[in-house]
């Protein structure tokens, strides 16, 4: 162990992996799905469908083993790794990109809380490179996901009953990536995070997590389970996030994936490792913003004597994107390996969150300050920093957002008794006078 | 004269008639030009083209004869009565009202500068207010806009050759609002800012500004002008602004609106004017979205247990976006007001960049701001903030970038020998030490 | 009516006579208290008493008189008049010019509540300009301030307690401009806020104002006004802000000035007042820094080939603190003419909150960019910016903390039913749906 | 080698080793100079006269020894255990350890360029912990020091000519740390940074390193060397900077450490370490801030009805400050392990610079942001916030600031031919193109 920041071989070797891939497929992921938007008819999901053949190429390249850890039979190493991935897909490209790390954060919950029994259900299919399954972690529901678990909140609105053998489940859900499937009829394996109602004292210790294959789905009456429509977004336009009802849906009593008491800790668990991967996606904005602009500024002069590069004004803006970037980098590759050494603690938690924040936020204003730069050519959407801004508009309010959750999740860290603000950089305190005493 | 911050009863009764135009007429602008959009075969340009009878309204309303001073024949006031007028089209919408606007800047140059039998000439149609006539001001360039005046720089590249009694204009434009018309036939004025080369010692000398009619086009050839391509726009989607050529397009030698050593002044004054407008845009933004926010804060609970204007995250934000839009509208009155007092002093002129700067930015900043709070909500396209943002993130790079040209302008200001600082709020400066004297 | 920025006669005539005060007497005011504080056996509070001289000049220009509006006697003006005076000292010095301002800021409440009988026994000694009597606001507490009227929370902690014809005063107050007079047995005239206690049903109801004079403390035993000691502070190193306790002070029934029920409303409206002349102060601030930092730039070329001003980077900073400084002063203005018009209305108050709010923290701002920009010679005390950056610190602090109560305040008033955002511009809002009626 | 942030075994030992000298030796540092500075009589350099023993106390506890690497007989490591060091100094106290530091620096050009000779002459006395010398790097100029090195520049203003056996140096300099020597008779060493005239074609090339003792001061004449004053400075208030001049001042031949054409490149280096080091002054600064915001928002009330933790306004800043204060640590670790594999790469000096700047203008604004939080009572120099911002904004204006020399280097590193962003991360960067080849 030592302070080091050099990726090891297996490090670099899942890099270059990822690089490749994207270089292939993900290059032209957007003119691929804007051209399916173009066709006559075009329906807004068609874009998503278009995508298809890139989320196969995937998983047939590893992508979707590699978000299950070694243990169950997949290629995944830590959340370091993960971000090394996350980091290179986003450089290149959002929407196709977002669809395969969705089915990542579908499978988190059953890798984090599964059973042997339950790994060995629902797993297999992930694991076989031929097969391209999607999964989804269906949480977000249209009333709002920031309160989810507060004392005197409205709780989760989507309620399971059992009923015998079975759970009934019945709500609506919005956002959750990949969660209508190619064909709106649901992922092949979801997440479902829900309430049983009166199972426990208040609302978090109610909510669970149900697995919902599309097997189940078919076993019910088609009304069961119904995409009521596709939000237009305002970016990542070719991913998968239907606003969906459960009604009177049945599966299983051994779906059960994390019983009311466990439930919420395996969302939180969740959500904190998947925060750390917005961090990199967030670096993956910035790399691409500021290998732009700064091939821009090293070739433009907008009628001048002299290249942008050597305009300070605009040399400026190109420092704070890379200062931004690098820090982000930084801060998030430590939170991941923080995670990765203790994943249950607040002190990796509260650095996870740290990343998300900073990066999201980063992400935002590098690329408003790259089109501050390049200035009004950048209006046009010849140039791609505007579809880019738009895409990662996304990163601050989504997966938490950061005025809402993500902050107030550092807040009841910051205010548990014991805090200590430097554990997960140094270990747990103790305090100066005990070293004194060595001397 | 004193302190005052009352509008006049004409000021209110302008403000009314545009609040009301607005409330008729621009609020459903965007349906009409998404529906537009969304025919099967459309054309970018559509969008523009849907919304023609919106800008034959305008005309009606005389919101055309507006942006012509009374001296003119018009019923123009101050930049400030503008601004007003201004704020109030763009808190409903943006395209067509800068379709609106651009015929007003495309007018300025000859407002200004015009002879009386230039007057005589090119301003009736305009304030007939039955025809709906478009007019256009045609500066900028694909190589940049922002370095046109530079020693040392490649200037202007649309040239002007005088031969005998006309000149023989040639190059290329883009960007200018309105300048393609209707039809891709041109404005039915246009006043055209080239080069006639050699007429002076520098690029900034030899600047010129040529007014050209959609009845100089037809006079010509078909192949003299020429809509190369409407570049598709990140935002203001229903807006005309196109790459377009000149090739030997020859108009009378008495269309010279402003000759070598005139020109550039002209254009700067032009710009100036317009940069207190673009502030008065930013805050029409700011309104809109500080509107639909507090409405949301107001009301959503998200799950919890309290509304969302109780949390301090939320409300701090609201309040960013208040207090930026009161201090851009405070600026941008005093920039204008000072404008209208002295129009070709510096010190209006250092006030109009400012208040461009502060409120464009600001803009942005709090649209950006409206998402963050409002959260995953605003990505839908279902909500307005997403494409406002699109919408207002042209303010700081258009009508001169906010880094290039507008900082640059405020520079020179201030290296300017004798510049003093406060002379637009308190007038030229006498010592202090002279008022002791009075002692 | 209309919207105008000139000042009228009057207010160039008051704004010269500052000026020219503040020529004269400030300019060496801090040589004077640092001298002052270098003597050997120098104690804090010496730096104040050095300042003598220079608040009876003031008194003598009237600085006093022009703080009592001219229906009491006073030459006075409106808030708008106040805050170009408060400009002017705050653009020469701070401390001094504080110690003027702080008496003003005492006299307010009486001035806003007092009846014609207190009026007259009160005020007298302020309308002679040859005498020069401190007054002082004391409302602050050690224990804080920002929550004194919250549900659930301590309140004041000074209590008065009627006593047959007597009021007895006990508590310890901190902070209170002028409270300790010039030689620590307090101010010639004090506003005491305090809590009658179970005088109404929650702390706010109980807040009441009591005036307490010099010669009121004289009647009383010596330890029943005692100050405690002089917080040394980071800045404003000449204000007198003593910690001090009074211990069963009795006054006259006759001294109460705002009943409870009466007493928080007048504390309000006194700092919301003040809180626009915190906004002229920032603008003097910044004033201070552009003119040094503009001087310095257009001299200096450190080492290299042309003055800093070339530089971009050091012309993007001086361009951020004049638009910030333009923007300040046009939104105060605009504060303090609302209240002029509606002294009592919240669409003014919300003003007023947010001159304060901007101009102080862009004040500090500024003069961190003022160092950034001057480089490490703005490190020596030779150079005014450190000692500016210390004076302009407390803005955002005193007068109620930006984060605390004056956010909150602006948070009540958009929580209020009916609030119209832009009343304090237009007017009360009639919805647009009445205009159209009128076509 | 593999992405990892834990300390190794004698990094965590090195830790706290400096953690306990400042424990023991930094804690009480400030009560001892400002004490000497109460004093009757006192001078401004009676402070840093003060922390001689501390000082002392360093050189025993081996400091000074871990600032030489092991290879030339000193305990150092790489960049980034001095980087763990300087946090914990900086998160206890600031001047002392500047002093400390600033002998370090003083060394490193010796360090870098010096061959085995001169090692052997000069770094003895700095390998005995028993003896306390001060070394000094003797840099920057009283006209300025950030273009010291451009075409057109007047360059460095210190010059050396040779004569004979000698060099003749004559020149003023400011600031350098330690340069004075406890008795204004100069540092036990000191690196004089200078320019031989005529050595080369611009003045880059003449730049050289010459080393001056205090012996050599004592061989020469009293006036060839000068105290011309103690710069009274904002913070870092017991740090010894003064203005000192050469007035032919003659040292041996050999003194020459590197010589035109090889002296602007070691001092480029020397202050690319010191950057990183920089980095971590400001986390240090920004531990003592989070620290002292956070105790403070668990106890207090102010008045009202929960702690302030439960703000979300001021836990919102706790926030900001804690993140800002993880990603500087982060970079500049990173920063500093880039510095150790390679020391002279750009992609290395990168990321020193970016470290810097992040750091050193997060830590002023964390300073004012727990300012703003704690509200009042932070402006009582009882509590340690305001004297923490007079030491905390020198980080970006020192050791070249940040507007100038700092971002004009990343903005060189840019233009450089070749310029890969991400070689510090991952290597220099084969083309994906390439890694396609290998499917
Ligand atoms: C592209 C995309 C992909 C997504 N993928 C998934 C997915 O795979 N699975 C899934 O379940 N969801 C997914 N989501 C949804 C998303 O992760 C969450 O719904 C979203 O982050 C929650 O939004 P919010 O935090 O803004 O909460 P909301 O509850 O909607 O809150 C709205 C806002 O109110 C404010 N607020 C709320 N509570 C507080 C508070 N206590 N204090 C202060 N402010 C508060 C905040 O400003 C917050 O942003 C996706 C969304 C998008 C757009
Ligand atoms: C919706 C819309 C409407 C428009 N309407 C019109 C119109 O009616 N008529 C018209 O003529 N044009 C119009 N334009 C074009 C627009 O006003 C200008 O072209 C544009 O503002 C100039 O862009 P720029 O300043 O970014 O200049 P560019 O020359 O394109 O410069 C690009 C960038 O380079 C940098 N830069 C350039 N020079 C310097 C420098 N010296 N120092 C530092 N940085 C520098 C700046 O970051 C600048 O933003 C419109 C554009 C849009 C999008
Ligand atoms: C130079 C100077 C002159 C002064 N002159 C006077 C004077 O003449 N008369 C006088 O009476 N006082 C005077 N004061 C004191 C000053 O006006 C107030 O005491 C001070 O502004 C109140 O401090 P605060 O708002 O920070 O409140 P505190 O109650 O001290 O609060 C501290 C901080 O806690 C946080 N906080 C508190 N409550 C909340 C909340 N509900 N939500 C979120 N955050 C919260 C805020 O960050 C706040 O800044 C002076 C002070 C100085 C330094
Ligand atoms: C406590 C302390 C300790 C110090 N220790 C040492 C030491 O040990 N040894 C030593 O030699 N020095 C030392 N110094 C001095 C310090 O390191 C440098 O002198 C200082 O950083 C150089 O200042 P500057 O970069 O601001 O340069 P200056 O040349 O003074 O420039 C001033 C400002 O002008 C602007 N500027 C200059 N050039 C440009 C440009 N080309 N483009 C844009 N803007 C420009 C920048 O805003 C810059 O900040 C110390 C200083 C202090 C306060
Ligand atoms: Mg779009
Ligand atoms: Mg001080």
Redesign the interface.
Known sequence: ????????????AI??AA??F???HLKTARSIYEAAAAK??ARWEDRFRSTKPIYEAAAQAGLIKAQIPQALGGTGGGL?DAAIVVEELYAVETSASLTILGAGLGLLPLIIAGTPDLHERFLKPFLDGQKAPLASLVF??P??????A??????LGTVAVQEGEEFVISGEKI?ATDSGGWDDRGADFSCVCCRVKDSGPDMRSQVAIIIVTRSDIEANEASAFTVLSH?????HTAVNGPHIRYKNLRVPKSNMLAPPGKGADVIDLTFTASAALVGAMGIGVM?QV??HA?AWA?T??????EVM?K?????????KI??RC??????T??AA??FD?KPESAAAA??CY?AK??SSESA?ESV?DG??????S?????HPL??L??DA??L???DG????VR??Q??SI??MPGYD??EA??GKASP??A??G??
């Open positions: 162990n030592m302070v080091d920041f050099n990726l090891s071989p297996t490090q670099q890099r270059s690089r490749s994207a270089a292939t006559p008819d370091i977000s529901e009333a709002g996901s920031a309160n989810y507060d004392v005197g909140g409205s709780g956002w939000p237009q977004t305002v970016g790399r500021f290998e700064l090293k433009e002069k907008r009628g001048g004597n590069l305009k300070q004004s605009v040399s400026d803006l190109l420092i890379k200062i690098e820090a982000a980098r930084a801060l590759w430590k390996c923080a050494m509260e650095l740290a924040i900073l935002v408003m089109i501050s730069l390049i200035g009004v950048a209006y046009s959407r010849a505007g579809d801004l738009q508009m996304v601050p309010i989504f957002g950061n005025v809402g902050r107030r550092i807040e910051f205010a603000p430097w950089t140094f100066p006078s070293l004194n060595t001397h």
